[in-house]
């Protein structure tokens, strides 16, 4: 009866304050999310979840005692209205016998309206909040973001059929079902939950195929001279390389320059014979699909007028 009255209240609440929150939901025990709009509203909270145990205390829960982050609140009794405006109300909500004992808590976190103003990450220069890269197809990938310079957040909560870790602003995954060696049927949708220290929650979201997101480690040189370029697979590409093929781009760096991506660079992996080459670079990417390519990594040729060399992979 009690829970029915509560419900009672809670449905006039809202109608009287423009429907604030607009919706609620739990992302974790205990952890309650209040989606907001800006305006005036009430959201309540229970301390005790059943009627019996609340007929059961000799007070009839009129005494229970609530605390909003540490600090004793006037409101008493089993139920507690938290109080919204704007993006305000959120916090970690505890109640309590008259001894100071904890009888239940609530974290509530407060969402905004999806169409304001992100607060909590910034876009990156791909214009994207989640940044994901792989070094190969074993189904292992690390995603990165960077932090509002006015804010101070961390992972709440990570959503979707994957394992991670997380460490300051990166995080490490892996998709355990995924074989290197099937075609990727869909996509892996990862849903990252951020919150701040003044309880504000935003959800972050990306989904890709491994194919897209692959950008394999850096080459390794192995021999250069006047007539022959030598280099290997990065270690951590998938085998059999047949199965997983590397394309390479060849560029060679003129004195006075120092990029092997600027105009100063010559792309052409066959015979060269080309004065006041000092430095060689090589990069690579995967032969079959639109992926990123591997950064550079550039090596001096040894003391000659020109540089002459055919290209060699194992």
């Given at each position: 009866?009690?829970?029915?009255?509560?419900?009672?209240?809670?449905?006039?609440?809202?109608?009287?304050?423009?429907?604030?929150?607009?919706?609620?939901?739990?992302?974790?025990?205990?952890?309650?999310?209040?989606?907001?709009?800006?305006?005036?509203?009430?959201?309540?909270?229970?301390?005790?979840?059943?009627?019996?145990?609340?007929?059961?205390?000799?007070?009839?829960?009129?005494?229970?005692?609530?605390?909003?982050?540490?600090?004793?609140?006037?409101?008493?009794?089993?139920?507690?209205?938290?109080?919204?405006?704007?993006?305000?109300?959120?916090?970690?909500?505890?109640?309590?016998?008259?001894?100071?004992?904890?009888?239940?808590?609530?974290?509530?976190?407060?969402?905004?309206?999806?169409?304001?103003?992100?607060?909590?990450?910034?876009?990156?220069?791909?214009?994207?909040?989640?940044?994901?890269?792989?070094?190969?197809?074993?189904?292992?990938?690390?995603?990165?973001?960077?932090?509002?310079?006015?804010?101070?957040?961390?992972?709440?909560?990570?959503?979707?059929?994957?394992?991670?870790?997380?460490?300051?602003?990166?995080?490490?995954?892996?998709?355990?079902?995924?074989?290197?060696?099937?075609?990727?049927?869909?996509?892996?949708?990862?849903?990252?939950?951020?919150?701040?220290?003044?309880?504000?929650?935003?959800?972050?979201?990306?989904?890709?195929?491994?194919?897209?997101?692959?950008?394999?480690?850096?080459?390794?040189?192995?021999?250069?001279?006047?007539?022959?370029?030598?280099?290997?697979?990065?270690?951590?590409?998938?085998?059999?390389?047949?199965?997983?093929?590397?394309?390479?781009?060849?560029?060679?760096?003129?004195?006075?320059?120092?990029?092997?991506?600027?105009?100063?660079?010559?792309s052409k992996a066959s015979m060269l014979q080309i004065p006041k080459v000092e430095i060689v670079c090589i990069r690579a990417k995967d032969a079959l699909c639109n992926s990123h390519w591997s950064?550079w990594i550039k090596k001096k040729k040894k003391k000659k007028n020109y540089l002459k060399f055919s290209v060699q992979y194992f």
């Open positions: 009866m009690r829970i029915l009255i509560i419900s009672i209240i809670f449905a006039l609440l809202q109608q009287g304050n423009g429907q604030n929150p607009k919706a609620h939901w739990t992302l974790l025990p205990n952890i309650l999310v209040l989606q907001v709009n800006g305006a005036l509203g009430q959201h309540p909270l229970t301390c005790l979840e059943s009627a019996e145990e609340v007929m059961r205390r000799d007070d009839k829960g009129q005494e229970i005692i609530w605390k909003k982050n540490g600090v004793e609140e006037d409101q008493r009794g089993n139920m507690y209205l938290v109080e919204l405006e704007e993006s305000l109300g959120g916090g970690n909500y505890t109640c309590h016998n008259k001894d100071g004992s904890l009888l239940n808590h609530t974290v509530v976190l407060i969402q905004e309206d999806k169409t304001k103003t992100r607060k909590i990450l910034v876009k990156s220069d791909q214009e994207d909040y989640l940044i994901c890269s792989t070094q190969n197809y074993n189904g292992e990938f690390h995603c990165s973001w960077t932090w509002h310079p006015g804010r101070v957040g961390k992972v709440a909560f990570i959503r979707g059929d994957i394992s991670c870790s997380v460490d300051g602003s990166r995080m490490s995954c892996r998709d355990k079902q995924h074989c290197p060696y099937a075609e990727e049927a869909q996509h892996i949708n990862i849903n990252v939950y951020f919150k701040t220290n003044h309880f504000l929650v935003e959800n972050y979201s990306k989904y890709f195929y491994l194919s897209e997101i692959v950008k394999p480690d850096k080459v390794k040189i192995s021999k250069v001279n006047g007539t022959t370029l030598e280099w290997s697979y990065p270690s951590s590409w998938n085998s059999p390389y047949s199965y997983f093929p590397l394309t390479f781009q060849i560029a060679q760096i003129r004195r006075g320059c120092k990029k092997c991506s600027n105009s100063c660079t010559h950064e």
